[in-house]
């Protein structure tokens, strides 16, 4: 495993970081493919074996049992001191205002069954709270030592900017990593939000780097319980399939030419991109062997115009 530092923060995380949406109660009713707390426990332990310190999970993921199973697992396979817990806020009432901040931390770190997390993200930006109210609540948790770091997801470059600038213009704590959408066929934010964070020294740790599977596959739709029922992945990429499964098929050349799998040429995509630590959704153990083996794989920069060059602007999904 490779680490390298979360943003300004000095906190070290590994190169992947595993997504925790997988694991939580099916009864839940928001996926049909998460997996029970010993499956969990598994996969979570089976990551930790191959050096992964760095996980992520969120409020709103299957109703809290993912951050329960989480928590457990962890709890019996590792000191909490040796890894970086992550978890998200705003899918809940009240979003992102002070109120509603300081009430979900403590259902999370309840939940997780610790006292403290070390990266506390807003899942999306809040139009009806002030960015002021928002950013002094989430410093007021790192002045209480509830939370070590700040991260955002999905939203406009201007948005994280004007936050950014909130914090640094009240003395608040700004965002040290940006969990955004970003995959070789979803790229909007190249033209103004990664370049920010790049100026700004903001860790990336995008999710659905594989594009939900698409880039890590030669066939555009899988044989899975996932690939039938992920309406969320069917919405984000299935109307630019004709295009972007070109795109696909150019990473499993890439592929065939270094003896590797597609998912190691695409997560070897993401560090040439300049990635911190894309976050890995795992619900088996060698999907995770599959991404680690892209330390190997030798990608150039021919290699990544090769497969940046069919692209074709998207309209915008996530930040929306």
């Excluded at 191959?50 to 000191?79: C, H, M, P, Q």
């Excluded at 309840?110 to 989430?138: C, N, Q, S, W």
Aim: net charge negative; hydrophobic share 40%.
């Amino acid at each position: 495993m490779q680490y390298t530092k979360l943003g300004n923060s000095g906190i070290e995380i590994s190169r992947f970081c595993l997504g925790c949406m997988s694991f939580g109660d099916r009864a839940s009713k928001m996926h049909a493919w998460t997996l029970n707390p010993e499956e969990s426990e598994k996969i979570i332990r089976h990551a930790l074996d191959l050096g992964v310190n760095f996980f992520d999970t969120a409020n709103s993921y299957s109703a809290g049992t993912s951050e329960e199973y989480l928590g457990r697992a962890i709890k019996n396979n590792v000191a909490r001191d040796k890894v970086v817990l992550a978890s998200k806020v705003y899918f809940n009432e009240g979003h992102l205002s002070c109120q509603a901040i300081n009430r979900e931390i403590e259902g999370t770190l309840k939940r997780l069954g610790t006292d403290y997390l070390d990266l506390y993200i807003i899942h999306r930006f809040d139009y009806g709270t002030p960015v002021e109210e928002t950013m002094e609540a989430l410093h007021g948790l790192v002045k209480a030592g509830k939370v070590r770091a700040l991260g955002a997801s999905a939203m406009f470059g201007y948005q994280f900017y004007d936050m950014q600038l909130a914090a640094r213009d009240n003395g608040f704590t700004p965002f040290v990593s940006m969990q955004n959408h970003y995959n070789p066929l979803y790229r909007e934010d190249e033209r103004e939000l990664i370049p920010v964070c790049k100026r700004m020294n903001v860790a990336l740790t995008p999710y659905s780097p594989l594009a939900a599977g698409r880039c890590a596959r030669p066939n555009w739709e899988a044989d899975t319980l996932r690939s039938q029922t992920d309406k969320v992945a069917h919405g984000k990429y299935d109307s630019t399939e004709d295009t972007d499964k070109l795109i696909a098929a150019r990473i499993k050349e890439l592929a065939e030419k270094y003896g590797t799998s597609m998912t190691a040429v695409t997560f070897a995509w993401h560090f040439k991109k300049g990635v911190a630590s894309p976050v890995v959704g795992a619900t088996k153990e060698k999907y995770l062997d599959d991404a680690v083996k892209a330390f190997d794989v030798p990608l150039t920069d021919e290699d990544v115009a090769y497969i940046d060059e069919l692209y074709l602007p998207h309209k915008i999904v996530g930040a929306l």
